[in-house]
């Protein structure tokens, strides 16, 4: 099992959780492949709409990738993306301000955000279970229990 986070802005993460799907760089299927089944992800938002400047800065989003394919979704007669599907858990949207002394990924970087430039990042079980406890997931099974 490995840990993710993608990014996305909370309007596109809040489509995928209501679409139970995953979509990752714009709708580009490389990053996608990286994703196994049983795998955890962690959406983080830095900001409300794509293009806007209204900031969020936090993660809005924490699941599970479903066993299953990459598949393409047509958004328009010159788009289509790539998906994964997701079993998408409860949870709060949790700013990641709190958290930054305390993720391996951001703890003592001025420049964190910097983790985030390519839209999805691996981290470590440690940092994983930090993002789903802030976000007050029901995460299933033993693996995240400390």
Known sequence: MRFWIGVASADHVAI???GGFAQLGHGKAAPLKRL???D???????VRK??????????????????GEIYPAVLG????????????????DAPIAPLLDRLTLT??????????????????EADFRLIAEAMAANWP??????
């Open 16 to 18: 995928g959780r209501a």
């Open 36 to 38: 196994r089944p049983g």
């Open 40 to 46: 955890g992800i962690a959406y983080y938002s830095p």
């Open 50 to 67: 794509l293009g806007g400047a209204e900031r969020v800065q936090a993660f809005t989003a924490i699941g599970i990738v479903r066993p």
């Open 77 to 92: 007669e010159d788009f289509v993306c790539s998906r994964r599907d997701i079993d998408w858990l409860a949870g709060r």
């Open 107 to 124: 703890r003592g970087k001025r420049n964190w955000g910097y983790a985030f430039r390519f839209g999805l990042v691996e981290i470590d």
């Open 141 to 146: 099974g033993d693996t995240l229990k400390a």
